[in-house]
């Protein structure tokens, strides 16, 4: 019975890995309304929706972000001061607004950095991400 629950448990460990490997991009182009780019992201188990976000370079953006239920922390960090971004904010399960203007054109990793001890850091369990600045 014992070698039959292990071999589940390693064949669902294995899944999971895999699915992480082939995860879809979830994607969200922003569009311009009133001067500016809305986006709203939620991050949760070791995800953030939309994963990939497209935004257009010198116009104003506003991030509206927030975390699932739960007690596990998340933040969303983006760290291109060079094109403008500079993003690092511990989720919450209430909507946090951010706001900056994207200067360079380039693609730009956004990211959860909590880790606890030594396990896998949130990033390496898959809650990452990239921001793409377009003309």
């Not at 500016?36 to 953006?61: M, S």
């Not at 730009?108 to 896998?120: A, S, V």
Request: charge should be negative; glycine fraction near 6%; include cysteine.
């Amino acid at each position: 019975m014992n070698k039959i629950m292990l071999m589940s448990l390693l064949l669902t460990l294995q899944l999971l890995w895999v699915t992480h490997l082939f995860a879809e991009d979830k994607r969200f182009v922003a569009q311009v309304v009133d001067g500016k780019q809305t986006v709203e992201i939620i991050g949760g188990d070791y995800f953030f929706d939309p994963n990939v976000v497209v935004l257009q370079v010198n116009v104003p953006v506003e991030f509206k972000v927030r975390k699932e239920n739960g007690m596990i922390p998340h933040d969303l960090v983006i760290s291109a001061p060079e094109a403008g971004i500079d993003v690092n904010i511990g989720l919450k399960s209430d909507w946090q607004t951010v706001t900056f203007v994207p200067t360079r054109v380039g693609t730009y990793p956004m990211e959860c950095q909590k880790k606890l001890l030594w396990f896998e850091s949130h990033k390496e369990k898959g809650m990452e991400g990239r921001i793409e600045v377009i003309q």
